[in-house]
């Protein structure tokens, strides 16, 4: 009923930037809180970043200062700007989304992850 599809992975230098995107397409009435987590090999699935329909943001202490979380409610879309990308930060981006289904009810979505690869 609804799918998100996540974009701008790959492989950057240490130092370098990358901006994630993923766009929610279905049977969407509104989208509530957007996020990206990530998962490293051998890692547990963590949360990147969050951001509310009214604008909230929280971040991983990791990534704070050099990430930032964006949505457009009008596209039904959130990015993720990585600056001063690490190693460590080398992992599968997910993004998640709460939906409100135009029949009403409501579902957690999750992408099918991009691999972020931060080498030199």
């Known amino acids: 009923q609804v799918q998100l599809v996540e974009s701008g992975g790959g492989l950057v230098q240490p130092g370098g930037s990358l901006r994630l995107s993923c766009a929610a397409s279905?049977?969407?009435?509104?989208?509530?809180?957007m996020g990206w987590y990530r998962q490293a090999p051998g890692k547990q699935r963590e949360l990147v970043a969050a951001?509310?329909?009214?604008?909230?943001?929280n971040y991983a202490d990791s990534v704070k200062g050099r990430f930032t979380i964006s949505r457009d409610n009008a596209k039904n879309t959130v990015y993720l700007q990585m600056n001063s990308l690490k190693p460590e930060d080398t992992a599968v981006y997910y993004c998640?989304?709460?939906?409100?289904?135009?029949?009403?009810?409501?579902?957690?979505?999750w992408g099918q992850g991009t691999l972020v690869t931060v080498s030199s």
């Open positions: 998640n989304s709460g939906v409100v289904l135009i029949s009403g009810g409501y579902l957690e979505v």
């Open positions: 951001i509310t329909r009214g604008g909230s943001t």
């Open positions: 279905g049977m969407i009435f509104s989208i509530s809180a």
